[in-house]
Structures are given as C-alpha cells and as structure tokens.
C-alpha cells in the first residue's frame, strides 16, 4: 500500500502552543499503522521541543479520532496475533509518550473520539471537548478490546463503575456529559471551540517549563506509589524544583515587581 501524505500535521505557533494535527478526514482520522508511527515521531518532536510549552492534538475535518482504520487493520490483527499484539504494544507505547511528556498535553475533541481515539484522549493531561462531540471507549461494540490505556487510566478519572459503565456497553458520551463525569475539563460550542483551546493554554504556557515538568511527573508517578514513597518523591522534587534557575528567576522577579523570564532550568 503506498503512503499516504501529511497524515500527522506539525504545528508550532509563535506563543508555544504546538498542535499535532491527524489529518486522515476522510476516514474519521482513524489510526493507520503509518498514522501511529508519525504521530510517534511528532510527539518526539514536540517533546525535544524547547519553544513548545503546550501540545495540542486535533483531528482535521471536525472529528478528533474515531479509533483503529479497520480496513487496513481487521485482517492481519484479527488473524495474527503477533500482529494484534505489535499494534498493542506500538499504541501503548506511544500514548505513554503522550501521558509522561515533560510538557502539558491537551486533547481538543471535536466529532468523534472512540476506541483509539477515547484512548488518545485519556492519555492526554487535559480534555477539551466540543459540547456536540461523541466520546467514548466504543470496543466493546466490535467484540473489541482497547490496548493502549483504558484499563488503568479510565478508573483514575471517572472511578471504576463509571468506567464499567463505558466500557463494557460501549456508550457514547457528548462533550457537555463528559465535563459531568469528569472527563473532560471544559467544554464549548463548536462556534466557540478555537477560543476556548486558546484560554485554556493561556495560563500553561507562561509558567516555568522545569517546574511543569517536573509538577506533571511527580503527579503521574504519585498514582502508582505508596504513600511513605510519595512522601520521599514529594520531598526530592520540591528539593531539585527549588533549586532549579527557573525558581530563582520566579522568586526575584516577584520581589523586584517584574514578570519572569524562564529558560527551563
């Protein structure tokens, strides 16, 4: 099969917000092989990025993903299960990317996000959805079951009989529900969407990027540990944050009545 051109779109706007862009329309966005290995190398990108503060994924044609191109997919994955488990093991890996990048992520939903999309989503330090927009886990549907997330970050955000409720009947939820359950942080109509992306990142984008860093990765470690442990990792991230030149910077440039200038050190 010949590749297709420009399935991931690369964006790096003048204020550091980066957007990655699926740009499969036509097919709803749905992740091709050759989609899941570029969108590995552009969140690589953005991640090695120093003038990128915050990354955005958007779906191009008003829908966000709408899960595995099971055209390309249904044969080899559903008949090989080496096959099935390299997609599993690929998409894992690069969702994982997305959730432990040393930057914020954001999710803006429009149209559809279901199976590998929902995963994407959830993957993502935050959710903004079009209040019209159609989410959820989706598998289930298809006799289907999603490798890449759902298992152990769906319960962190909805708990786990709101999970069982998505997943094992595979419901749809709008944007304006998914703000409700709490998976999504806000949500708007698609009139006013671009605007409410460009709000939320304001208040990312001119923070410390160190201390994001650092912030983001001791919350996502801070799921997996006990709490003697987290105490210790509290202490030793509080200990390298403070001694970092960005937090030298923060606290001069409050008492000299400036605004920061941060290098991300």
């Known amino acids: 099969m010949e590749p297709e051109k420009d399935v991931i779109q690369y964006e790096l706007a003048e204020n550091g917000i980066c957007t990655i862009w699926l740009n499969r329309p036509r097919k709803r966005n749905c992740v091709s092989p050759q989609l ?52 599993a093991i690929d998409s894992a890996r690069t969702y994982d990317k997305i959730y432990n990048m040393n930057k914020p992520t954001i999710a803006a939903v429009e149209g559809y996000a279901v199976a590998g999309g929902f995963e994407l989503m959830i993957s993502c330090d935050f959710a903004l959805a079009a209040s019209e927009a159609k989410i959820g886990d989706f598998h289930i549907r298809r006799a289907l079951f999603g490798g890449a997330g759902p298992i152990y970050r769906l319960p962190r955000y909805i708990g786990m009989r709101k999970s069982k409720e998505l997943m094992l009947t595979g419901k749809l939820l709008t944007g304006d529900e998914c703000v409700e359950w709490n998976l999504c942080n806000a949500s708007a109509p698609a009139a006013e969407f671009d605007k409410l992306i460009e709000d ?47 937090a030298k910077e923060g606290v001069a440039a409050f008492l000299e009545k400036r605004k920061p200038v941060w290098t991300g050190n």
């Open 36 to 87: 899941l290995r570029e969108l590995e190398v552009a969140v690589d990108r953005a991640a090695a990025e120093k003038k990128a503060l915050a990354v955005v994924f958007r779906g191009r044609g008003n829908t966000f993903c709408s899960g595995a191109d099971l055209d390309q997919l249904v044969g080899p994955v559903l008949h090989e299960s080496t096959v099935s488990l390299q997609l």
């Open 200 to 246: 939320f990142c304001a208040p990312l984008i001119d923070k410390s990027p160190f201390c994001m860093w650092m912030t983001k990765m001791a919350l996502n470690r801070g799921m997996d540990a006990d709490t003697n442990s987290l105490i210790t990792l509290e202490t030793m991230t509080c200990n390298v944050v403070h001694h970092s030149a960005d």
